[in-house]
């Protein structure tokens, strides 16, 4: 994986959350992931020419009383020089940065919408790819390549192995075939707005606040705003108070919930 010399606007991130009490962070998009000996078949919507590199951070929380690991927050470091979370973690040695591809996807695994109680054939996605994952699918790019196409559109199997330790996206690729896009809805075929993506410094510190007294719960609503930004420092010396920081909220949301099953269901 290569970053680019200059940093992209959608990563300069806000920096601060709205003064509104009932504003939430922007749903993320679901994340691709399989369990342990499974498989499922996927389409790519990233050409593989330029595919976005990330640092994050993966974070425990406590949601309805169970450990979730399902957080992530872009790291600072790159875009704006210190990042909270990379101070939590230089100090207490957990929730380091890792380096991500981002691949926008459409898995095709039927699911039943709670909003509308029908059945949906397929959803949109993001894939995030580690070291080991980003070789394996450049290697796919290459041989999409070889055969005059593009890792767009087309269809690969995917299976996780056994190993406890084995990537959660994957661990083996297999090409299928190439899909025709167009006969999809548009708004199913387009990648992620990075914007998504975006780091929030307050929204991190407020994380981090959690995180240094201890309460991990989640439930999360945003209460007010502070400007001028909290110095990561100061939470490690106990500086910062529960008034500074407030309360917060990550939504998630159910996958594609929002959006009418579309007739066209793809058999492949």
């Known amino acids: 994986m290569t970053e680019s010399t200059t940093t992209p606007s959608w990563l300069v991130g806000t920096g601060k959350i709205s003064m509104d009490e009932s504003a939430k962070a922007p749903r993320k998009p679901f994340r691709f992931w399989l369990n342990r000996d ?3 078949k996927i389409i790519f919507l990233s050409d593989g020419s330029d595919v976005p590199c990330i640092w994050e951070h993966q974070v425990k929380l406590r949601r309805k009383g169970k450990d ?3 957080n992530y927050f872009t790291c600072l470091e790159a875009s704006q020089g210190t990042c909270p979370l990379c101070a939590y973690a230089e100090e207490f040695e957990m929730y380091w940065k890792q380096q991500v591809q981002l691949y926008s996807i459409i898995e095709l695994k039927p699911y039943r919408s709670k909003k509308t109680n029908k059945d949906v054939p397929y959803s949109r996605k993001i ?3 580690k070291k080991a ?3 394996i699918l450049m290697r796919k790019y290459a041989g ?3 055969a005059n196409s593009t890792l767009r559109g087309a269809c690969f199997e995917v299976y996780r192995g056994t190993d406890p330790k084995s990537a959660s996206v994957g661990t083996d690729f297999e ?4 899909v025709d896009l167009s006969k999809l809805p548009k708004e199913d075929i387009l990648p992620f707005d990075l914007n998504l993506f975006a780091p929030d410094r307050l929204l991190m510190t407020r994380v981090v606040e959690r995180l240094m007294r201890g309460d991990l719960s989640g439930g999360l609503t945003h ?3 502070t400007s001028g930004g909290i110095n ?3 939470l490690i010396s106990g500086g910062v108070s529960e008034d500074d920081v407030g309360d917060f909220v990550i939504d998630y949301g159910d996958p594609q919930g929002n959006e009418e099953p579309h007739d066209l269901a793809i058999q492949l």
């Open 133 to 135: 994952t980003s070789e």
């Open 232 to 234: 990561p420092q100061d």
């Open 223 to 225: 209460s007010s705003d």
């Open 127 to 129: 894939l995030t790819a």
């Open 68 to 70: 979730d690991w399902n």
């Open 38 to 40: 499974s498989k499922s």
């Open 175 to 178: 090409f299928k075939t190439m």
């Open 144 to 146: 999409r390549l070889d």
